[in-house]
């Protein structure tokens, strides 16, 4: 079992860059594959990105390919997604989350385990 917890989140303004990170509790952080989801208001959680097990890998959802980035590092059991050219519509409660899973699952029920969320707000 892993614990996640979300921090980094805030208001910004669109065109700025923000990092969330996601760490996590216990010794199997590098069993799992890592995924970030959004939430905005009103709407589903949707797949942001995720990342392989030694994070060699990753995958985009076509929204934020080339202006987010994944990210892990093992040795500190915390995950990162840094965020560039941030829109308006980035706007959301970012989470975190893990599961025993390939980093093409893009589906909230994938997931085994979740974080709490932060939120993004972004300003236009």
């Known amino acids: 079992q892993v614990q996640l917890v979300e921090t980094g989140g805030g208001l910004v303004q669109a065109g700025d860059s923000l990092r969330v990170s996601c760490a996590a509790s216990?010794?199997?952080?590098?069993?799992?594959?890592m995924g970030w989801f959004r939430q905005a208001p009103g709407k589903e959680r949707d797949f942001v990105a995720s990342?392989?097990?030694?994070?060699?890998?990753?995958y985009y959802a076509d929204s934020v390919k080339g202006r987010f980035t994944i990210s892990r590092d093992n040795a500190k059991n915390t995950m990162y997604l840094q965020m560039n050219s941030l829109k308006s519509e980035d706007t959301a409660v970012y989470y975190c989350?893990?599961?025993?899973?390939?980093?093409?699952?893009?589906?909230?029920?994938?997931?085994?385990?979740w974080g709490q969320g932060t939120q993004v707000t972004v300003s236009s």
């Open positions: 990342i392989s097990r030694s994070g060699y890998s990753t």
């Open positions: 216990g010794r199997s952080f590098s069993r799992y594959v």
């Open positions: 989350a893990a599961g025993a899973v390939s980093i093409m699952s893009t589906t909230v029920s994938e997931y085994a385990y």
